[in-house]
């Protein structure tokens, strides 16, 4: 069995779709040594210890800077090229994995370019959007990779569009990986009440961070004025958005203009055990789409995480979602802006338990079957 280094900068306690991927993506391999590259401005790594130490496998933490392609590094930054080798010496891996390319992992290519190493790369949603031309180095190490994996079919055909090779190319599913239970989020339902006292006589409808441009959560408001135009007293819904994120303020300020404050709850930041609570406690997902603009724009685990728990999905569109949502079987789909078609499916939905339900029961279904990440790990380190 090939001894196999994952480079990762998404490897942590901290919640999200990347985190949980790239961690339960090495969860049980013995023959897998992690490298993460931190950020320096988290300061002390030594704080992760104790998450590390549950993988049974050496877990290095090395501070590398976001590399700018047009302008070399300092070499005063560059004091983690020597630990990186030190790494390579002591491990002697056979095989690199990245987890994704570009952010911090990228200051690295150049590195494993000269060493000679065989490489394989997940190309994720975000690196796909990013690759261009301009990288021409980028482009160059992917030609060399072994194996190059994407998540589904609209990025393989998106990454062929962008000139990468197709007999290097692999699609798998993105495989989910939750990090609590019904019963832990259960428990931890008590102090998540607290933030949402009131709710629970409401319908209650939910959407994931993080709070950032690119989720294009202030959607929610779009919809919610087609809600008003509907006749929909906002007293009888809770619109509850978890997570936390740069665009926090940003939502605030449109929930005090659109005189929002009781019916749009931001939750601020959630672990992993509350965010399972909080999509136990919801009655309906929405999601609101990508971006024409950017190709990789909509992708997100959050569509996964609501069906790994029940909950069925109206979503806008986006990059790759129909091949997560089948239409009117585990959720609803409608063209991103098409604002009156996704709130005429919330009204109709939030009046049909048993249809819900049905759909929640078929959505839990095929992301047990279809998106396991024993799956993902399978296909993935079979081609390493």
Known sequence: MKKILFIADFFGPEPGGMENFNTGLVHGQKNVVVLVTASSQLGDQSKY????????????????????FLVPTPKKNRDF????????????????????LYGRNAGLVPIVYRLGIPFSVIL????????SMLHLNLHRFLKRANSIFVFSNYFYDLALLKGLPERTMVSVPFGLHVRWNRRQ???????????LKGTDVKFRILSMGPLTRDKNLDRVFQVIEQLDKMGIDRSSYSWIIGG???????????????????????TGFLDDIEVGALY?????YFHPGGQ???????????????????LPVISGSGAGVDEIIRNLVTGVMHSAEDYTGLAKSIVELSRDAELREKMGRFAE????????????????????
């Open 185 to 195: 989020s259960q428990n931890a339902q008590s102090k998540l009440l607290k933030k």
């Open 292 to 310: 024409q603009r950017n190709q990789a724009s909509g992708y997100s685990a959050s569509i996964l995480e609501a069906g790994y728990t029940s």
């Open 365 to 384: 279904d095929r992301v047990l079957t279809e998106y396991n990440i024993e799956r993902t790990r399978h296909q993935i380190f079979q081609r390493l």
């Open 124 to 131: 994720q949603p975000f690196d796909l959007d990013q690759l």
């Open 81 to 100: 090229v020597d630990s990186f080798q030190r790494l390579i010496d002591q491990e002697k891996p056979e095989h690199i994995l990245f987890a994704n």
């Open 49 to 68: 210890k104790p998450f590390d130490e549950q993988f049974g496998t050496p877990v290095y933490r090395i501070a590398i800077p976001i590399p700018n």
């Open 280 to 284: 136990y406690y919801c009655d309906l």
């Open 244 to 266: 936390s994120g740069p665009e926090y303020g940003y939502l605030k300020e449109m929930i005090h203009l659109h005189h929002l404050e009781d019916t749009v709850i931001l």
